[in-house]
């Protein structure tokens, strides 16, 4: 069984389109999250939700919503798309937002934007 | 503020040699230090980690030593293999956030 899934895989749009990124995981944690990895592999957090509720926001255009139905869901919602987000955004989770948990990850989902 | 800082790759090897991926971190506290793996087309897997100082972390043959007074976390293998090429990220957790962050990742391709 997928532990976090991610879809879609493979997503090529053109600019000024809005596109949507759907996140699930199945391990019953309780924290989810949301990273951009550029074409240098550089990765970076974006939201971090804990139990449906936003606790990490970092400097990301508003341009990106994330939305939590549930804390086994966090889609990512991207308005009027711009070249740079071209990317590979992963979605990982962790048991809870404290300690030393694992964070597992999805398999991730490359954006081209055209 | 917090940070993580890797040696920059790539990193060639031949199999069987030894492998030392340097990674150093500014921390405030006492952060939790993980190595993720990321092979080709694939999520980062948690490789190995270590929540306090002075704890070995070990897996697959990886091993990584958490050095406060050097605030290192190196990665080591003995042995490489083909199969080891990938790009590693080392991470901290921050104890007062709780928040990750990576390192740019080094990128590692053993050649048979």
């Known amino acids: 069984d997928t532990a976090v899934s991610q879809t879609p895989k493979y997503l090529v749009t053109q600019m000024g389109n809005d596109k949507s990124i759907k996140c699930e995981q199945n391990?019953?944690?309780?924290?989810m999250y949301w990273y951009k990895q550029d074409s240098k592999k550089f990765l970076k957090i974006m939201f971090s939700y804990n139990n449906k509720e936003l606790i990490i926001n970092e400097t990301v255009p508003n341009r990106f919503s994330p939305k939590s139905p549930d804390k086994a869901h966090l889609n990512l919602h991207i308005n009027s798309l711009e070249l740079g987000d071209s990317a590979v955004y992963f979605c990982?989770?962790?048991?809870?937002?404290?300690?030393?948990?694992?964070?597992?990850f999805g398999p991730g989902t490359r954006l081209t934007v055209t | 503020g917090d940070s993580v800082t890797q040696m920059e790759g790539p990193v060639t090897l031949s199999e069987e040699a030894f492998l030392t991926i340097n990674c150093t971190y500014t921390?405030?506290?006492?952060?939790?230090l993980f190595w993720y793996v990321q092979y080709p087309g694939e999520g980062l897997q948690l490789l190995l980690k270590?929540?306090?100082?002075?704890d070995k972390g070990s897996n697959k043959g990886f091993e990584a030593t958490y050095r406060k007074e050097t605030t290192s976390f190196h990665l080591e293998k003995g042995s490489v293999q083909v199969s080891d090429s990938a790009v590693y990220f080392c991470?901290?957790?921050?104890?007062?956030?709780?928040?990750?962050?990576f390192g740019t990742g080094t990128r590692l391709k053993v050649l048979a």
């Open positions: 921390a405030t506290g006492y952060p939790s």
């Open positions: 990982a989770s962790s048991r809870n937002s404290r300690g030393a948990g694992e964070q597992y």
């Open positions: 991470a901290l957790l921050t104890s007062g956030t709780y928040k990750y962050i």
């Open positions: 270590a929540t306090k100082a002075d």
């Open positions: 391990l019953g944690h309780d924290t």
